[in-house]
């Protein structure tokens, strides 16, 4: 029975009592924004855009970037799409992004950090992503910095986003940004909490080391903590904050990032009915008294055991 009503669920995202919190689909290209849209997904609250170049040799024309970005505003027309700029590097090396050889590529080069030896590359995808957004007919399209962890490079990559009339975001995912939310939430329109980074630069664990799962565990009480000032800084500037990473796939723990303030969450697209099932048979309240009582927990265990005895 639960697996029909997985199946039959349709949107949009909403608490029992009807507080409205956006789904959407994290994706990598055109073909995946195509199949997104099949489930019920209110926009695409990521767009990995490293994932479409992971074996090009040279860097597509502005054009030709502008075609991909397009087929992805495309599929969602009048709806909500978020597009990440370039995180190339650690897990994600692009060819034709020259990354130098680094003893710890994680803590390396990588996302907003390209431009510290090559601007261009940003400048040129933003115009690429300004033209697709004029070509589609979208104004202020969304574009967010990975990696970001000085409120310089905030400034910076906001100052090129506005230059170009586009709206300017930030990914949480380095816990500096997390500590001082409100002043970089300040130079954005709106930011999005990479949990599987944040997680990782938070614990101190490799995301893609199995042997460190129990540390790469967004339950864990720290990675929570800094949840919450995220959440807390979106709230007080009334702007919104949401959660990308692979957190906000886990129902229980969806309910708990809404209970926390967060308005969007955004998933592989195949989570996305089984989250909005989950988040509609729970109150607002309900999500915000486990919130309270999650944040108290010590362990990444007494938390899950926490959530699950109040919202299931
Ligand atoms: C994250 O870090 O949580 C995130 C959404 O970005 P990626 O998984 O692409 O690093
Ligand atoms: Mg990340």
New binding site residues.
């Given amino acids: 029975a639960r697996r029909k009503a997985v199946q039959s669920w349709q949107g949009p995202g909403r608490t029992k009592d009807g507080t409205a919190v956006e789904i959407l689909a994290?994706v990598q290209d055109g073909a995946g924004a195509r199949a997104a849209a099949q489930f019920p997904a209110q926009g695409v609250g990521?767009f990995?855009t490293e994932l479409c170049f992971l074996s090009a040799q040279h860097e597509p024309s502005v054009a030709e970037q502008a075609s991909i970005y397009g087929e992805v505003l495309a599929a969602f027309p009048g709806q909500k799409v978020v597009i990440r700029t370039l995180?190339a590097g650690s897990d994600k090396p692009v060819p034709f992004v020259a990354h130098p050889d680094e003893e710890n590529p994680a803590l390396g080069v990588r996302g907003i950090r390209l431009g510290n030896a090559d601007q261009g590359l940003l400048e040129r995808q933003l115009d690429a992503v300004a033209l697709a957004a004029e070509q589609q007919g979208v104004t202020a399209a969304k574009v967010m910095a990975?990696m970001v962890a000085t409120i310089d490079e905030a400034r910076n990559f906001a100052a090129a986003c506005r230059s170009r009339k586009l709206s300017p975001g930030l990914?949480v995912?380095v816990p500096s940004v997390a500590l001082l939310a409100d002043a970089f939430l300040a130079e954005v329109d709106f930011m999005s909490i990479?949990?599987?980074?944040?997680t990782q630069y938070t614990m101190a664990a490799d995301r893609m080391a199995p042997s460190l799962a129990a540390l790469t565990d967004p339950w864990q009480p720290a990675v929570l903590h800094l949840i919450r000032l995220a959440a807390m800084a979106g709230a007080s500037a009334q702007k919104p904050v949401g959660v990308?990473?692979?957190a906000a796939a886990d129902p229980l723990l969806a309910c708990i990032l809404v209970g926390l303030g967060l308005t969007s969450l955004s998933m592989a697209p195949n989570a996305v009915a089984a989250v909005g099932l989950q988040l509609e048979s729970v109150t607002l309240e309900q999500c915000q008294r486990a919130a309270v009582a999650v944040l108290r927990c010590t362990t990444a265990r007494a938390a899950r055991a926490t959530a699950r005895e109040l919202l299931s």
């Fill in positions: 994290n990521l990995r995180d990975p990914m995912e990479g949990t599987n980074d944040l990308c990473g692979e």
